[in-house]
């Protein structure tokens, strides 16, 4: 079939996409609405927060590929990123529609972003809109918060039963004083990061983090040298959710292999 010229794009964007989008401007979601080169042709007023621009109207026309300086200064402040963090974010998440749209196939993928201590997880999902020729002329974006740690909670609490020494136990009664490295090691294995991999984020030995756990972070909780169990009591009073500055940046999480 003929390939659409950007005129008949335009015109089938314009009056068929478009206006059933419309009426959501203030909705209550994370919706916005792409051209086939990742423009922004819609977004909801809530997306524009998001992103840190406070009218919807500013953000028509904004790619990835580009983001606006106020969105940069925004999301810096907001969230204590940094200016090569937030454009590698943004360079990856381009990237990832570039895939949707080339590939003409949906995309997902987890927007983790650290905020007030903890990771802000939205699961976002991108889905090309054909026209009848087959011809992608749109791109969908939704996004739902998605909490990242509550299979760890869950895990937490249904192990209850088990620990019930735990459950009396808090942060303060503990007196749990971490050193940045100890925070760091604690905050992946109780993320399900294995020792190995952590050793190799950290930039060191395997045996280094097993012995910072067993005789640096282990007594501190009045524990003997059992991971398990140290894991089961720091998710229980939620140190697996607040970040280390040290980790403090936003992930783009594929959610299976595009590539």
């Given at each position: ?6 005129k008949e794009r335009d015109k089938y964007?314009?009056?068929?996409i ?8 203030k909705s ?7 051209s ?5 042709l819609?977004?909801?007023e809530k ?8 009218s ?7 790619s990835y ?15 204590r990123?940094?200016?090569d963090?937030?454009l ?5 998440i ?10 003409k196939?949906?995309v ?11 990771f ?6 991108l889905?090309p ?8 002329v ?7 918060k998605?909490?990242?740690f509550g299979?760890?909670e ?7 039963d088990?620990i ?6 808090t942060a303060?009664?503990?007196e749990?004083?971490?050193?940045k490295?100890?925070?760091?090691i604690?905050?992946?294995i109780?993320?399900?990061?294995s020792?190995?991999?952590v050793a190799?984020?950290?930039?060191v ?14 007594p ?6 059992d991971?398990?169990r140290?894991i089961?009591?720091a998710r229980?009073l939620?140190?697996h959710q607040?970040i280390p500055q040290s980790?403090?940046?936003?992930y ?5 292999d595009?590539?």
């Amino acid at each position: 079939m003929k390939k659409l010229t950007d005129k008949e794009r335009d015109k089938y964007v314009q009056e068929i996409i478009l206006p059933a989008f419309q009426w959501m401007s203030k909705s209550n979601s994370f919706t916005t609405l792409f051209s086939a080169d990742a423009k922004i042709l819609f977004i909801t007023e809530k997306s524009a927060a998001s992103i840190a621009i406070d009218s919807a109207d500013k953000c028509i026309g904004m790619s990835y590929a580009t983001p606006l300086e106020e969105s940069i200064t925004g999301l810096k402040q907001k969230y204590r990123l940094d200016t090569d963090n937030i454009l590698g974010a943004c360079a990856k998440i381009y990237q990832t529609q570039l895939l949707a749209i080339n590939n003409k196939k949906s995309v997902s993928y987890i927007d983790m972003i650290p905020y007030a201590g903890q990771f802000h997880g939205y699961l976002c999902i991108l889905t090309p809109i054909l026209h009848p020729s087959g011809e992608v002329v749109a791109l969908l974006s939704n996004s739902v918060k998605h909490y990242l740690f509550g299979l760890h909670e869950f895990i937490s609490t249904a192990n209850a039963d088990s620990i019930p020494a735990l459950n009396s136990l808090t942060a303060e009664n503990l007196e749990i004083s971490l050193s940045k490295r100890q925070h760091e090691i604690l905050f992946l294995i109780c993320n399900g990061f294995s020792q190995e991999l952590v050793a190799q984020m950290l930039k060191v030995t395997r045996g280094t983090i097993a012995k910072t756990i067993s005789t640096q972070i282990c007594p501190k909780f009045n524990i003997v040298n059992d991971s398990a169990r140290l894991i089961d009591l720091a998710r229980q009073l939620k140190l697996h959710q607040t970040i280390p500055q040290s980790l403090w940046r936003q992930y783009i999480v594929m959610l299976e292999d595009n590539s």
